[in-house]
């Protein structure tokens, strides 16, 4: 045997190989199952193909790069007139021109027969959900402009003038105006530093001209500022009015967006979010004056779904490199997935990932039969906030035990755990945070009675009637204070009538038995598992 040299360090034992070069749609079941409840078993060998695009380690790299490198605000040119640009790394649009090529800005407009051809939502919601495994702050303009579009519908003419720019599936990255474009995105700007739950609080003014409105004020938010055109609130005669402004005027020249600062933020690090003064900016009005909350609402719907898928996604990419790392790592000469307390754990965050994504995939199907189904559209507007709520908040402490499985290795950038777990918080912050969500679903309840939509839940879930009594019977009358209780109770319903028609019973029982019979707690790996569920769900996570 040949006696190494003290030096040689080179040779690595005991580590799992890299977790890349994977079908991410293959390789899990229970988004396959998910798919196939929600009627796109068709396209399998089509979601199979992005599966494995996606998880290919030239994607997963451009992920990582597109973070490293952040975005840089290039307000003035060399010679000290505005640009007001941003140069991004291109990473970052390599991974843009990947999602608009797939379509998942407007797929769902462009189906044939429109949006309503089920099950269109239904397979950009796995493709979407597959993306964010790997990189999500792009994601954030290709979900506004996918979104925007819902907002534009009151204005026929001015959608039917940027339409064929929208659904265009050719990424054009250039500083020009739309019209010279192969293709354009679009953002948005609600936020203002005075108020962004509250957008009646917006100050920013907009006084009518003959051709459009000016806009002058500012926004403390406003994401991806390369978009070619941003829905925005500002206050019209009228009172709070949508408009879409551009970045380039009819006549050409530049609009009036001074980008004034990049925010330094936690994660999301990939993705532009910037602070801007309108400069009498020209913009569209979009619907009438003072109908501006009704208007925008329309889009809010579509970006929150994405946010359950997104975060459904970051979940879904840490269980697959916890459960991969613990099949290759011994400790104390048996592999970590062999551990008792480890497959606990693991078991458990498996188990919370098929709640998530059959719920987030069932969702999307409530959106693809929600124009033809009174039944699937109170579904999708109730269970958008509830999940929103549930799904969104539930990602950051999984995916901080999901790491922990990892050991030290989860602690360093190159899991990409820390870049999961730092973007993660956000999904919960924009387009509505968590009480806000809350709110919402009271405020759903208030205005119609859905107690036929609660009935349906409860029955396709198959729990006893008592597992849904208190808070959530009283959900009509729940107190503010009360809210998150009653919407957290109604996200576990939703969960469990979603895996009662996707993943096999066991998995349905034991979510019933570990998160509504009894509290789950904050931690995973207590949840009483029995061992042939664990190998289930641990064999349904990442087949061996
Ligand atoms: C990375 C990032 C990018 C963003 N990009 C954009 C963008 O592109 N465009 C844009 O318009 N905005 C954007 N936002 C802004 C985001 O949408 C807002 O931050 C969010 O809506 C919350 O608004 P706020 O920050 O004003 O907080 P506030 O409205 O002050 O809310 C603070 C807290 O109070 C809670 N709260 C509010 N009302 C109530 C109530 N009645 N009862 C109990 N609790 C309540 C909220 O849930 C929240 O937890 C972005 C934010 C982030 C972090």
């Known amino acids: 045997m040949a006696i190494r040299s003290r030096a040689d360090t080179g040779e690595v034992l005991n580590q799992s190989p890299p977790f890349e070069n994977v079908d991410l749609f293959s390789t899990d079941l229970p988004l396959q199952d998910a798919c196939k409840a929600n009627g796109v078993a068709h396209e399998a060998a089509a979601l199979s193909s992005f599966g494995r695009q996606w998880g290919s380690?030239?994607?997963?790299?451009?992920?990582?790069?597109?973070?490293?490198?952040?975005?840089?605000?290039?307000?003035?040119?060399?010679?000290?007139?505005?640009s007001d640009t941003i140069e991004y790394h291109p990473a970052y649009h390599d991974l843009m021109r990947a999602s608009v090529a797939a379509g998942l800005h407007a797929s769902t407009w462009t189906a044939?027969?429109?949006?309503?051809?089920?099950?269109?939502?239904?397979?950009?919601?796995?493709?979407?959900?597959?993306?964010?495994?790997?990189?999500?702050?792009?994601?954030?303009?290709?979900?506004?402009?996918?979104?925007?579009?819902?907002a534009l519908a009151p204005d026929p003419a001015l959608l039917a003038k940027i339409a064929a720019k929208v659904v265009s599936q050719e990424y054009d990255a250039a500083f020009r105006p739309w019209w010279d474009k192969a293709g354009m995105t679009l953002g948005m700007g609600m936020t203002e530093k005075?108020?962004?739950?509250?957008?009646?609080?917006?100050?920013?003014?907009?006084?009518?001209t003959v051709d459009g409105y000016v806009i002058t004020g500012h926004k403390w938010f406003l994401s991806a500022p390369m978009c070619d055109a941003f829905l925005v609130l500002a206050q019209a005669p009228g009172g709070l009015t949508c408009f879409l402004l551009p970045r380039f005027r009819p006549d050409g020249s530049v609009n009036g967006l001074q980008l004034q600062r990049l925010k330094d933020k936690l994660g999301n690090r990939s993705n532009a979010s910037s602070e801007v003064e309108f400069a009498e900016a020209f913009a569209w009005r979009v619907g009438a004056e003072g109908a501006g909350i009704r208007t925008i609402i329309q889009?809010?719907?579509?970006?929150?779904?994405?946010?359950?898928?997104?975060?459904?996604?970051?979940?879904?990419?840490?269980?697959?490199?916890?459960?991969?790392?613990?099949?290759?790592?011994?400790?104390?000469?048996?592999?970590?997935?062999?551990?008792p307390m480890m497959r606990?754990?693991?078991?458990?965050?498996?188990?919370?990932?098929?709640?998530?994504?059959?719920?987030?995939?069932?969702?999307a199907g409530a959106f693809d039969r929600a124009a033809a189904d009174p039944v699937e559209a109170a579904y999708a507007r109730i269970v958008t906030p509830a999940a929103k709520y549930w799904v969104c908040k539930t990602a950051p402490g999984f995916i901080y035990e999901a790491m922990e499985c990892l050991g030290g290795n989860g602690y360093v950038e190159e899991s990409m755990l820390p870049r999961l777990y730092r973007e993660a918080p956000v999904n919960a912050?924009?387009?509505?945070?968590?009480?806000?969500?809350?709110?919402?679903?009271?405020?759903?309840?208030?205005?119609?009675?859905?107690?036929?939509?609660l009935d349906s839940l409860t029955r396709e879930a198959d729990v006893p009637a008592a597992e849904t009594a208190g808070p959530?019977?009283?959900?009509?009358?729940?107190?503010?204070?009360?809210?998150?209780?009653?919407?957290?109770?109604?996200?576990?319903?939703?969960?469990?009538?979603?895996?009662?028609?996707?993943?096999?019973?066991?998995?349905?029982?034991?979510?019933?038995?570990?998160?509504?019979?009894?509290?789950?707690?904050?931690?995973?790996?207590?949840?009483?598992?029995?061992?042939?569920?664990?190998?289930?769900?641990?064999?349904?996570?990442?087949?061996?």
């Open 57 to 82: 380690a030239g994607m997963l790299a451009l992920g990582r790069q597109a973070n490293e490198n952040l975005p840089k605000l290039r307000s003035f040119d060399a010679k000290g007139r505005r």
């Open 112 to 150: 044939a027969g429109g949006r309503s051809a089920a099950p269109a939502e239904v397979a950009r919601a796995a493709r979407y959900y597959m993306a964010a495994q790997v990189e999500s702050g792009h994601l954030c303009p290709i979900t506004m402009t996918r979104a925007a579009l819902a």
């Open 194 to 208: 005075q108020g962004g739950t509250d957008v009646r609080a917006n100050t920013t003014a907009a006084t009518p």
């Open 299 to 339: 889009m809010v719907q579509l970006t929150r779904l994405d946010c359950v898928l997104a975060s459904a996604g970051f979940m879904r990419m840490a269980l697959a490199q916890a459960v991969h790392h613990c099949r290759y790592r011994s400790v104390f000469q048996r592999h970590l997935h062999d551990q």
């Open 344 to 363: 606990a754990v693991l078991a458990d965050l498996a188990l919370e990932v098929e709640g998530a994504v059959a719920l987030a995939m069932r969702l």
């Open 429 to 453: 912050i924009w387009e509505g945070s968590g009480n806000v969500m809350g709110l919402d679903v009271l405020r759903a309840f208030s205005r119609e009675n859905q107690s036929g939509l």
């Open 472 to 544: 959530l019977n009283n959900l009509e009358h729940a107190s503010e204070a009360h809210a998150r209780a009653a919407v957290g109770r109604l996200a576990l319903l939703a969960s469990i009538a979603a895996l009662r028609a996707s993943a096999p019973p066991a998995i349905a029982e034991a979510f019933i038995r570990t998160r509504l019979s009894s509290v789950h707690g904050a931690l995973y790996g207590a949840a009483a598992i029995d061992t042939g569920t664990a190998e289930m769900l641990l064999q349904r996570a990442l087949p061996e």
